[in-house]
């Protein structure tokens, strides 16, 4: 049997039992297992938050300091590579400053 005929029969059974979604009005929730719990999750994504940040700013350093390494010394290839990277950095930042935003909008579409 192929693969697309399983997949059209499983549909098709399903649409004949009249199945619903299981995860209907269902929302994920952290209370269940705590206010501790909860607490200590938050506390954990807090300070991974905080060291992407750090991360990304000695990245961001050290790019600018290679970067004007590269220039002093003329170095074509360098410089250009060198300015991706610290695009890239400012990408990435961009992004981790920002992820709060993005996952709410997310987790409020669907």
């Keep these: 049997m192929s693969n697309v005929y399983l997949a ?3 549909v098709e059974f399903l649409s004949q039992q ?6 209907d009005g269902i929302t994920p929730d952290f209370n269940v297992f705590g206010i501790q719990f909860t607490k ?11 060291l992407t940040f750090v991360w990304l700013a000695g990245g961001a350093l ?10 002093k ?4 290839a360098s410089i250009l590579e060198h300015t991706d990277g610290i ?3 400012g990408m990435a930042l961009a992004v981790v ?3 709060g935003i993005i ?8």
């Design 73 to 76: 010394g003329g170095y074509q």
């Design 40 to 50: 200590a999750w938050q506390k954990v994504l807090a300070g991974l938050w905080g």
């Design 18 to 23: 009249g199945s619903r979604n299981p995860f």
């Design 62 to 71: 050290r790019a600018a300091y290679q970067l004007q390494e590269a220039k």
């Design 97 to 99: 400053s920002g992820i």
């Design 103 to 110: 996952f709410g909008a997310v987790v409020a579409l669907f």
């Design 8 to 10: 059209q029969t499983a």
């Design 87 to 89: 695009k890239r950095l």
